[in-house]
């Protein structure tokens, strides 16, 4: 391959100033790349820690599979950009701009997604600003806070005799043929379905255990339809599968079915 000085012997003296004035631009300078490599992998280490206390605590309707994605990737990204802003309050500016005509639509389920959010995008900055310490510290405090603020409330609930209920809910109401949805989280799949369908034989006419999936934290979701009996309540059977719950360790849901979709397993 020829060089760029035997290049530059076949063009012309104003071709030949344009390809000096380029060599800064073209060449690649090894330290940045490093630094910005460095900066990006060590942003994305400490980004697990508070992906995995994410999945751990955010259970069921709770959890959103785009913001864990997001809390994996995001402090990348800062990590990249703080790399490039450093030092230059032109691009800063140019930045905010851009991110100004950026329109983000997303909702997030729970305000306490935000938390999560804002701690990756303080991973990204420390990591950008090549304080990866600082990082390293964010990441472990926040996974630690969260452990513990999560095992202080499933310790309220157990001490309570409740297992995180919402406070005040209206009455559930079924249909004409009392059909239903149970939606069941369990620890362990077998210890949940012991004591969830022995609850179900004595209060249900029919049910069937339609789906069983393992959750992103490792647990086991249990989707049952069923079709109460007359004679029991909806608020009936959520005690006693409650009561069931609190010893097998399993929280539960209770929906109101679709007329048609319960049909289709012949309930």
Aim: proline letters at 4%; zero cysteines.
């Amino acid at each position: 391959m020829q060089s760029t000085a035997d290049f530059a012997q076949w063009l012309g003296p104003g071709d030949a100033e344009a390809l000096d004035a380029l060599r800064p631009v073209l060449a690649l300078r090894l330290d940045p790349m490093l630094a910005t490599a460095v900066a990006m992998a060590g942003a994305l280490l400490l980004a697990i820690p508070v992906t995995w206390v994410y999945a751990r605590t955010r259970t069921g309707r709770l959890a959103d599979r785009s913001v864990l994605e997001t809390i994996l990737v995001l402090p990348v990204a800062v990590a990249a950009i703080v790399m490039v802003v450093q030092n230059s309050i032109a691009l800063a500016f140019s930045l905010a701009g851009i991110v100004a005509a950026v329109r983000f639509r997303s909702a997030l389920k729970d305000t306490k997604d935000a938390v999560f959010l804002f701690i990756a995008i303080g991973i990204g900055i420390a990591a950008g600003s090549r304080a990866l310490d600082v990082a390293l510290v964010m990441s472990l405090l926040f996974t630690a806070t969260m452990l513990g603020a999560a095992s202080f409330e499933s310790m309220r609930g157990t001490l309570s005799g409740t297992r995180a209920a919402p406070a005040a809910r209206a009455p559930l109401r079924l249909g004409k043929r009392r059909t239903a949805i149970l939606l069941v989280h369990a620890a362990q799949r077998k210890g949940a379905e012991a004591a969830v369908e022995p609850v179900l034989d004595n209060n249900a006419k029919s049910w069937i255990l339609a789906d069983a999936a393992e959750t992103a934290d490792g647990r086991t979701a249990l989707k049952y339809w069923l079709r109460l009996r007359k004679s029991v309540s909806p608020a009936d059977l959520l005690a006693e599968l409650r009561a069931a719950g609190q010893r097998a360790d399993f929280s539960i849901e209770l929906h109101a079915a679709e007329a048609a979709e319960p049909a289709a397993v012949g309930l």
